[in-house]
T-cell receptor, first 111, second 111 residues
Framework: GQQLNQSPQSMFIQEGEDVSMNCTSS?????WLWYKQEPGEGPVLLIA?????ELTSNGRLTAQFGITRKDSFLNISASIPSDVGIYFC???????????FGQGTTLQVKP | DAGITQSPRHKVTETGTPVTLRCHQT?????MYWYRQDPGHGLRLIHY???????DKGEVSDGYSVSRSKTEDFLLTLESATSSQTSVYFC??????????FGQGTRLTVV
Protein backbone atom coordinates (compact mmCIF):
# COMPACT_ATOMS: atom_id res chain seq x y z
CA GLY A 1 0.00 0.00 0.00
CA GLN A 2 0.93 3.65 -0.11
CA GLN A 3 3.44 4.82 2.46
CA LEU A 4 4.86 8.13 3.53
CA ASN A 5 8.48 8.35 4.63
CA GLN A 6 9.51 11.27 6.78
CA SER A 7 13.02 12.46 7.40
CA PRO A 8 14.76 13.11 9.56
CA GLN A 9 13.24 10.99 12.32
CA SER A 10 14.40 13.45 14.94
CA MET A 11 16.18 16.78 15.19
CA PHE A 12 17.83 18.57 18.09
CA ILE A 13 18.54 22.18 17.26
CA GLN A 14 19.46 25.46 18.86
CA GLU A 15 16.83 28.15 19.32
CA GLY A 16 16.90 30.56 16.39
CA GLU A 17 17.97 27.98 13.83
CA ASP A 18 15.92 27.16 10.76
CA VAL A 19 14.48 23.66 10.40
CA SER A 20 13.74 21.62 7.30
CA MET A 21 11.97 18.29 7.11
CA ASN A 22 10.45 16.34 4.28
CA CYS A 23 8.01 13.63 3.40
CA THR A 24 8.32 11.35 0.39
CA SER A 25 6.35 8.60 -1.24
CA SER A 26 6.67 6.27 -4.20
CA UNK A 27 3.05 7.14 -5.04
CA UNK A 28 1.38 10.34 -6.11
CA UNK A 29 -0.66 12.30 -3.59
CA UNK A 30 -3.16 15.00 -4.51
CA UNK A 31 -3.18 16.56 -1.06
CA TRP A 32 -0.44 17.01 1.49
CA LEU A 33 -1.14 17.84 5.11
CA TRP A 34 1.26 18.81 7.87
CA TYR A 35 0.40 18.31 11.53
CA LYS A 36 2.11 19.12 14.81
CA GLN A 37 1.59 17.09 17.96
CA GLU A 38 2.62 18.35 21.36
CA PRO A 39 3.02 16.01 24.33
CA GLY A 40 -0.30 14.79 25.69
CA GLU A 41 -2.30 16.37 22.88
CA GLY A 42 -3.79 15.32 19.57
CA PRO A 43 -2.23 16.32 16.24
CA VAL A 44 -3.14 19.81 15.09
CA LEU A 45 -3.33 20.73 11.41
CA LEU A 46 -0.68 23.30 10.48
CA ILE A 47 -0.81 23.57 6.71
CA ALA A 48 -2.79 21.93 3.91
CA UNK A 49 -1.53 21.80 0.30
CA UNK A 50 -3.79 20.97 -2.63
CA UNK A 51 -1.84 21.77 -5.80
CA UNK A 52 1.52 20.62 -7.14
CA UNK A 53 4.12 23.35 -6.67
CA GLU A 54 2.00 25.17 -4.10
CA LEU A 55 3.92 27.05 -1.43
CA THR A 56 1.95 27.99 1.68
CA SER A 57 2.99 29.77 4.86
CA ASN A 58 1.56 29.85 8.34
CA GLY A 59 3.59 32.30 10.41
CA ARG A 60 7.15 31.00 10.59
CA LEU A 61 6.13 27.75 8.91
CA THR A 62 6.30 27.23 5.17
CA ALA A 63 5.30 24.07 3.35
CA GLN A 64 5.61 23.10 -0.29
CA PHE A 65 3.79 20.56 -2.43
CA GLY A 66 6.45 18.92 -4.60
CA ILE A 67 6.16 19.21 -8.37
CA THR A 68 6.26 15.44 -8.80
CA ARG A 69 3.41 15.10 -6.25
CA LYS A 70 5.52 12.49 -4.50
CA ASP A 71 7.00 14.73 -1.86
CA SER A 72 6.40 17.68 0.41
CA PHE A 73 8.61 19.87 2.58
CA LEU A 74 8.08 21.78 5.79
CA ASN A 75 10.38 24.56 6.91
CA ILE A 76 10.37 26.38 10.22
CA SER A 77 12.28 29.62 10.41
CA ALA A 78 13.92 31.02 13.53
CA SER A 79 12.85 28.16 15.79
CA ILE A 80 11.66 28.84 19.32
CA PRO A 81 11.21 26.46 22.28
CA SER A 82 7.45 26.12 21.70
CA ASP A 83 8.16 24.55 18.30
CA VAL A 84 9.00 21.35 20.18
CA GLY A 85 6.82 18.43 19.18
CA ILE A 86 6.29 15.74 16.60
CA TYR A 87 5.57 16.85 13.04
CA PHE A 88 3.57 14.51 10.83
CA CYS A 89 2.88 14.62 7.14
CA UNK A 90 -0.27 13.00 5.81
CA UNK A 91 -2.10 12.46 2.58
CA UNK A 92 -5.27 10.70 1.38
CA UNK A 93 -4.81 7.30 -0.22
CA UNK A 94 -5.67 7.37 -3.90
CA UNK A 95 -7.37 3.98 -3.49
CA UNK A 96 -9.46 4.47 -0.38
CA UNK A 97 -9.36 8.19 0.40
CA UNK A 98 -8.30 7.37 3.96
CA UNK A 99 -5.51 9.46 5.41
CA UNK A 100 -2.06 7.93 5.51
CA PHE A 101 0.43 9.32 8.01
CA GLY A 102 4.19 9.45 8.01
CA GLN A 103 6.08 8.22 11.06
CA GLY A 104 6.77 11.74 12.26
CA THR A 105 9.78 13.98 12.84
CA THR A 106 10.50 14.73 16.49
CA LEU A 107 11.84 18.25 16.99
CA GLN A 108 13.63 19.40 20.11
CA VAL A 109 14.78 22.99 20.53
CA LYS A 110 17.49 23.97 22.95
CA PRO A 111 17.02 27.46 24.42
CA ASP B 1 -10.94 23.75 18.20
CA ALA B 2 -12.79 21.32 15.93
CA GLY B 3 -15.51 20.51 18.48
CA ILE B 4 -14.32 16.98 19.27
CA THR B 5 -14.48 15.56 22.78
CA GLN B 6 -13.06 12.22 23.78
CA SER B 7 -13.95 10.44 27.01
CA PRO B 8 -12.48 9.26 29.19
CA ARG B 9 -9.10 10.97 28.83
CA HIS B 10 -7.36 8.29 30.87
CA LYS B 11 -8.34 4.76 31.78
CA VAL B 12 -6.71 1.79 33.43
CA THR B 13 -8.44 -1.53 32.97
CA GLU B 14 -7.75 -5.18 33.57
CA THR B 15 -7.03 -7.75 30.90
CA GLY B 16 -10.18 -9.43 29.68
CA THR B 17 -12.58 -6.63 30.56
CA PRO B 18 -14.63 -4.75 27.96
CA VAL B 19 -13.85 -1.09 27.44
CA THR B 20 -15.73 1.58 25.50
CA LEU B 21 -14.23 4.87 24.43
CA ARG B 22 -16.46 7.71 23.31
CA CYS B 23 -15.95 10.39 20.70
CA HIS B 24 -18.41 13.26 20.48
CA GLN B 25 -18.42 15.94 17.80
CA THR B 26 -20.43 19.13 17.54
CA UNK B 27 -19.61 19.85 13.87
CA UNK B 28 -22.08 17.49 12.20
CA UNK B 29 -19.35 15.92 10.09
CA UNK B 30 -20.16 12.74 8.24
CA UNK B 31 -16.79 10.99 8.50
CA MET B 32 -15.29 9.97 11.84
CA TYR B 33 -12.19 7.91 12.58
CA TRP B 34 -10.51 6.04 15.40
CA TYR B 35 -6.71 5.82 15.43
CA ARG B 36 -4.23 4.38 17.84
CA GLN B 37 -0.78 5.82 18.35
CA ASP B 38 2.15 3.75 19.53
CA PRO B 39 5.89 4.50 19.61
CA GLY B 40 7.49 3.44 16.35
CA HIS B 41 4.16 2.98 14.58
CA GLY B 42 2.78 6.47 14.22
CA LEU B 43 -0.97 6.80 13.77
CA ARG B 44 -2.78 3.68 12.65
CA LEU B 45 -6.42 3.58 11.59
CA ILE B 46 -8.61 1.18 13.58
CA HIS B 47 -12.10 1.82 12.22
CA TYR B 48 -13.91 4.62 10.51
CA UNK B 49 -17.48 5.69 9.84
CA UNK B 50 -18.96 7.45 6.84
CA UNK B 51 -22.38 7.98 8.34
CA UNK B 52 -24.87 6.77 10.90
CA UNK B 53 -24.64 2.97 11.12
CA UNK B 54 -22.08 2.94 8.30
CA UNK B 55 -18.68 1.78 9.47
CA ASP B 56 -15.68 -0.01 8.03
CA LYS B 57 -12.41 -1.52 9.18
CA GLY B 58 -9.04 0.16 9.14
CA GLU B 59 -5.62 -1.44 9.14
CA VAL B 60 -5.60 -2.60 12.79
CA SER B 61 -9.22 -3.51 13.49
CA ASP B 62 -8.79 -6.92 15.15
CA GLY B 63 -10.08 -6.87 18.73
CA TYR B 64 -12.06 -3.66 18.21
CA SER B 65 -15.63 -2.86 17.26
CA VAL B 66 -17.37 0.43 16.67
CA SER B 67 -20.85 1.85 16.61
CA ARG B 68 -22.37 5.04 15.29
CA SER B 69 -26.03 5.42 16.18
CA LYS B 70 -25.98 9.22 15.96
CA THR B 71 -24.01 11.59 13.76
CA GLU B 72 -22.33 13.17 16.76
CA ASP B 73 -21.14 10.03 18.57
CA PHE B 74 -18.65 7.35 17.50
CA LEU B 75 -17.92 4.62 20.03
CA LEU B 76 -14.90 2.33 20.06
CA THR B 77 -15.21 -0.91 22.03
CA LEU B 78 -12.53 -3.32 23.07
CA GLU B 79 -14.51 -6.49 23.61
CA SER B 80 -11.89 -8.12 25.82
CA ALA B 81 -8.95 -5.85 26.49
CA THR B 82 -5.42 -7.20 26.09
CA SER B 83 -2.08 -5.68 27.06
CA SER B 84 -1.28 -5.14 23.38
CA GLN B 85 -4.16 -2.66 23.29
CA THR B 86 -2.41 -0.36 25.74
CA SER B 87 -2.09 2.76 23.63
CA VAL B 88 -3.22 6.31 23.06
CA TYR B 89 -6.45 6.44 21.08
CA PHE B 90 -7.43 9.39 18.94
CA CYS B 91 -10.74 10.20 17.38
CA UNK B 92 -10.82 12.40 14.30
CA UNK B 93 -13.36 13.97 12.02
CA UNK B 94 -12.92 14.68 8.36
CA UNK B 95 -13.13 18.24 7.15
CA UNK B 96 -14.47 19.38 3.77
CA UNK B 97 -11.09 19.06 2.03
CA UNK B 98 -10.05 15.58 3.28
CA UNK B 99 -8.13 17.04 6.20
CA UNK B 100 -8.61 15.41 9.61
CA UNK B 101 -9.16 17.18 12.92
CA PHE B 102 -8.26 15.27 16.05
CA GLY B 103 -9.53 15.02 19.57
CA GLN B 104 -7.21 15.23 22.56
CA GLY B 105 -6.82 11.49 22.90
CA THR B 106 -7.54 8.77 25.44
CA ARG B 107 -4.65 7.08 27.17
CA LEU B 108 -5.63 3.46 27.84
CA THR B 109 -3.58 1.13 30.00
CA VAL B 110 -4.46 -2.56 30.15
CA VAL B 111 -2.90 -4.33 33.15
Amino acid sequence: GQQLNQSPQSMFIQEGEDVSMNCTSSSIFNTWLWYKQEPGEGPVLLIALYKAGELTSNGRLTAQFGITRKDSFLNISASIPSDVGIYFCAGPSSNTGKLIFGQGTTLQVKP
Amino acid sequence: DAGITQSPRHKVTETGTPVTLRCHQTENHRYMYWYRQDPGHGLRLIHYSYGVKDTDKGEVSDGYSVSRSKTEDFLLTLESATSSQTSVYFCAIRGPNTEAFFGQGTRLTVV
